[in-house]
């Protein structure tokens, strides 16, 4: 191997170390709210993230009858946003479909599951991108926020955090109102309207 190659391989691995410190740094520096969640309807491993999954005690339990071992990953607080299908291609083993259809079985029937009431305060950008109603909702107020070339490197971060970044375009009296049209959103999801 030349010292080029060498130096090309060492280089990538350092760049891919400390964006990955560089991220957790983010994640525990720039600590989003807390969570609030509403009683709602049902848990699945499609469409419940896994911070809902790990913050319901019962939904807890059924994850690590299942997938002993997973809810102690180090690894699965920046996974928190996803969901088990999500995360199932980097924990093939661990994860497998039979694992994951017992769960989701388990979790359909838990009485008392919860609906996630996003805010600009706790939720990460990346999981107001992901879910079309979330995303319409900004866009109705910040109008091209999810379309906006850099928005992938926003991802990580609340919008009260991007909010520093941009004050005018991004206001308070903005954010109360993806706030409460969140809540909203949160109360039809969990048939309480």
């Known amino acids: 191997m030349t010292r080029l190659k060498l130096s090309l391989i060492v280089g990538s691995v350092v ?3 400390l964006a990955a410190a560089a991220g957790g740094w983010f994640y525990y520096i720039m ?3 807390p969570t609030v969640t509403l009683p709602g309807l049902s848990y699945s491993v499609a469409e419940s993230d ?3 999954l790990l913050n319901y005690s019962e939904a807890r339990a059924v994850l690590e009858r299942h997938v002993p071992g997973l809810t102690g990953l180090r690894q699965i607080d920046v996974a928190r946003p996803l969901t088990l299908e999500d995360i199932q291609p980097y ?3 661990m994860i497998t479909d039979g694992r994951l259809a017992a769960i989701d079985a388990e979790l359909r029937q838990l009485e008392g599951s919860n609906v996630v009431v996003y805010t600009t305060g706790s939720t990460l950008v990346g999981v107001i991108l992901d879910d ?3 995303r319409d909702i900004v ?3 910040l109008p091209g926020f999810s379309t906006h070339p850099d928005i992938g490197q926003g991802r990580g971060f609340t919008l009260n955090f991007m909010q520093k970044f941009d004050r005018e375009a ?3 009296a903005k954010l109360e109102k993806i706030n409460a049209d969140f809540e ?3 109360r039809k999801r969990a048939g309480l309207e």
């Open 132 to 134: 079309p109603e979330a």
């Open 139 to 141: 866009d109705s107020y």
């Open 31 to 33: 600590a989003p709210q």
């Open 15 to 17: 760049a891919v170390l």
């Open 91 to 93: 924990f093939p083993q």
């Open 50 to 52: 896994i911070d809902s």
């Open 170 to 172: 991004i206001t308070d």
């Open 184 to 186: 909203a959103l949160a």
